[in-house]
């Protein structure tokens, strides 16, 4: 069972890798259409300082937006808000701290945010690592369960009456979770949520992501039966050029130079499908979607389940002390 409990998963992942690269290799990465202006309007980027963060920031500020790149490496954070400050005259953008996987950091966080008086429009859930060693957070949460999906789930709660606020009936604040195509081969397991019976990088990874789509769905179910102006969708942005991928096996790591430079997308293309999310006129009051190339697409039977995703929610509110 320990070998089979780690190699299932890992197959499972790059088949379903292979179905995403079979389909970037026919179909062209969407085209964003003009958004509008975004004037006065603010925007937070969790994992904003590289990646597809840096571009959706990059954009975000752009478009007039004053963005909040928020993140745990202070120099990156810094230096991507110098780069953007030197490419757009628009918006404004500035960096604070952020480590995901320490419930208390994002506390403090969402605490300075508040501190600054200023409304909330858009939340992107961006942030995420992929495939690490097993290890813990500061909180003893299995990391990519802990840091992708329990940090995000305690940020968005804890910023969700700022964006209820901000947010108006015909012009909603909106929440933008990045999960990924990996999350069609995941397993809930909601008796052993932090993998600590059986340890696969593959599994803990898309496990994280496949609660990010559930939360996802909850959340917008909720959000809507209260009347909030508020709408959460969740993205996959394809498989993107980026350092994400650093902690993938030293074979799988030789394959994946030459084929991410031909069949990957590049960070901007990737950014585009959570800015479409984001920023869309047509998406408006739209949400409790899953977004892929533009387009909404099925995700996952499992993540459908209701009764599973109210057991995922209110043990994930016991571990993030909510
Ligand atoms: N690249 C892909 O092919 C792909 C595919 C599907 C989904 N995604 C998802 O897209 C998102 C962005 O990834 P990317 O591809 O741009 O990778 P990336 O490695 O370039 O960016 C990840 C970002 O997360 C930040 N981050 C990591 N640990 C953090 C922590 N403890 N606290 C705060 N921030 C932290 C990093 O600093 C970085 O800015 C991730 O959630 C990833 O799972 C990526």
């Known amino acids: 069972m320990g070998f089979l409990g780690v190699l299932l998963p890992m197959i499972r992942l790059y088949l379903v890798g292979v179905r995403v690269l079979l389909y970037q290799l026919f179909n062209r990465s969407f085209t964003l259409p003009a958004l509008p202006k975004q004037n006065g309007r603010v925007a937070i980027v969790t994992g904003g300082a590289r990646g597809m963060g840096y571009e959706v920031a990059r954009r975000l500020t752009d478009l007039g937006m004053h963005v909040i790149i928020a993140g745990n490496v202070e120099e990156e954070g810094l230096e991507a808000v110098t780069k953007i400050r030197g490419q757009t005259k628009e918006g404004k953008v500035e960096f604070l701290f952020l480590d995901l996987s320490s419930l208390h950091s994002v506390r403090q966080f969402a605490q300075r945010f508040k501190a ?127 350092d994400l991928y650093q902690n993938l096996c030293s074979p799988a790591q030789v394959l994946q130079r030459p084929v991410a430079k031909l069949l990957f997308r590049t960070p901007a293309e990737g950014a585009s499908t959570a800015l479409y999310a984001a920023l869309a006129t047509e998406l408006e009051g739209v949400g409790g979607c ?24 209110r043990q994930s509110c016991s571990l993030a002390g909510i």
């Open 116 to 242: 600054t008086g200023l409304p909330l429009h858009v939340l992107v859930n961006n942030a995420g690592v992929m495939m690490v060693p097993e290890s813990q957070t500061e909180d003893g949460y299995e990391l990519q369960f802990g840091l992708n999906f329990l940090g995000h789930f305690l940020l968005t709660h804890l910023l969700l009456d700022t964006l209820k606020r901000s947010g108006h009936h015909d012009n909603h604040s909106r929440i933008v979770n990045m999960t990924s195509a990996t999350h069609y081969g995941a397993c809930l397991n909601l008796d052993d949520l932090q993998s600590r019976s059986c340890y696969s990088s593959h599994g803990a990874y898309a496990q994280s992501k496949l609660a990010l789509v559930m939360f996802t769905y909850a959340l917008h179910e909720q959000l809507s039966a209260g009347v909030f102006p508020v709408s959460a969708s969740a993205v996959d942005p394809g498989m993107v050029d980026t």
């Open 290 to 313: 899953y977004l892929y190339n533009g387009r909404r697409a099925a995700s996952s039977e499992t993540s459908y389940d209701q009764e599973l995703q109210a057991q995922l929610w």
